[in-house]
């Protein structure tokens, strides 16, 4: 029972630092017009040359998506801490 306590804390901790290092990233990057993997892929199948412009929903996301994660990630950070300390009661 311990081992799986342990292991969701530890995956707080892990998800909570990468949505940190994902919304720090994003926040920079947040003014380039970037694709995803899967839209290139699509892309690329269908011959394509560019992508199609962003739209104001995607710019909005820009900004939205990297605060969100600056929010959620210090606070699974925190989760993960708080699950690993009551182990030791």
């Known amino acids: 029972m311990e081992g799986a306590v342990i292991l969701k804390g530890l995956g707080l901790l892990t998800f909570g630092a990468l949505f940190v290092w994902f919304g720090i990233d ?26 199609l412009p962003f ?15 600056l929010i959620f990630g210090p606070l699974m950070i ?6 690993l300390s009551l182990l030791g009661e």
């Open 55 to 69: 739209n104001r929903w995607d710019r909005m996301m820009a900004y939205v998506q990297p605060v969100l994660m």
């Open 78 to 83: 925190l989760g993960g801490v708080a699950v």
């Open 26 to 51: 994003g926040w920079r990057h947040r003014r380039e017009e970037r694709i995803n993997l899967i839209e290139a892929a699509i892309l690329k199948a269908g011959n394509e040359d560019k992508p």
